[in-house]
């Protein structure tokens, strides 16, 4: 995932472009969402939460530093892409001190995650597991998933189910088919977050056989794809309502403009207009799932 430029002249700002932080939605609201649906059962508990909270984003982080790392290898970084500048193709980071960091935070996430499993059992440990291999594997191994066209389906699976499913397990040790229905909207705005992203790089990512699933479908099959999963992601809220959660969950519909706003702008805009497009999508995700999830809270 990507995000727009910052100013490159602090080691600060280089490691915050580095860590994207427009593109931590994906990692904080599912997080959120879960913990309000734990809360409307009357099973939230705050320390658990936070830890969840925690641990998702260092994953996210961590594979955005994975990928910086991969994709410098791999040459899918060079002057001609699209996006903003990758710290460790444009010598901002070093190589190495990137593969120590990314090193230091998944074995800080896998600390913290010991506690979920005290806590919670050895469920949450094979979750944890497989989250901290999908950072690595994404982009790195010898088949990474993102050049392979099927890093979308692993996000809406880690970005959404096991990231909503796992927060509420976390907190309630039970799991229901309504928490797995509200995790289908996070899951949706992180994989259109990656199509943006992706639809940008399309020209730059054949040439360096990165076979993404816009890369392999085409642009306007991307974007169509993108106006479905946000349909979804808003019909969501109305099928847990259906199941007997507060109608207020329909609060989300007030982020409905900037969709409509964000639809218009996929389909007008090229190249780095769409880096823009890609900051409004987690814009997007954040308002309807703080709404969604707010919205839950009220009796």
């Given at each position: 995932m990507a995000e727009q430029s910052l100013p490159l002249s602090t080691s600060l700002q280089a490691w915050m472009l580095a860590i994207?932080?427009?593109t931590l939605p994906a990692g904080a609201v599912p997080v959120?969402?879960?913990?309000?649906?734990?809360?409307?059962?009357?099973?939230?508990r705050l320390l658990p939460s936070l830890v969840a909270l925690i641990c998702a984003l260092g994953i996210q982080v961590a594979t955005n530093f994975i990928n910086e790392i991969y994709d410098f290898r791999k040459g899918a970084d060079t002057a001609a892409r699209l996006g903003p500048t990758r710290t460790v193709a444009a010598g901002l980071i070093s190589e190495?001190?990137?593969i120590r960091v990314s090193a230091s935070l998944v074995g800080t996430v896998f600390l913290l995650g010991l506690y979920l499993v005290f806590t919670s059992g050895w469920p949450i440990l094979l979750v944890g597991l497989l989250?901290?291999?999908f950072a690595w594997a994404?982009?790195?191994?010898?088949y990474p998933i993102a050049y392979s066209g099927l890093g979308d389906i692993f996000v809406f699976v880690f970005f959404g189910l096991v990231a909503v499913g796992g927060t509420y397990y976390v907190q309630a040790h039970i799991l229901s088919p309504s928490v797995l229905l509200a995790a289908v909207a996070p899951g949706a705005f992180s994989v259109n977050i990656l199509l943006v992203n992706n639809i940008r790089d399309i020209a730059t990512d054949r040439t360096v056989g990165k076979m993404t699933l816009p890369a392999r479908i085409g642009a306007q099959w991307a974007r169509r794809l993108y106006i479905l999963l946000t349909t979804i992601a808003f019909f969501i809220p109305a099928q847990l309502v259906m199941n007997?959660?507060?109608p207020w969950g329909m609060l989300s519909l007030l982020?409905?403009?900037?969709?409509?706003?964000?639809?218009?702008?996929?389909?007008?805009?090229?190249?780095?207009e769409l880096n823009d497009v890609l900051a409004g999508t987690g814009k997007l995700m954040t308002l309807h799932g703080l709404l969604f999830s707010a919205g839950l809270l009220i009796k």
């Open positions: 994207r932080p427009k959120v969402l879960g913990s309000a649906l734990a809360a409307v059962d009357g099973r939230f190495n001190t990137m989250s901290l291999l994404y982009t790195g191994g010898p007997g959660y507060s982020s409905a403009p900037l969709a409509f706003t964000m639809i218009r702008r996929l389909y007008a805009s090229e190249g780095r």
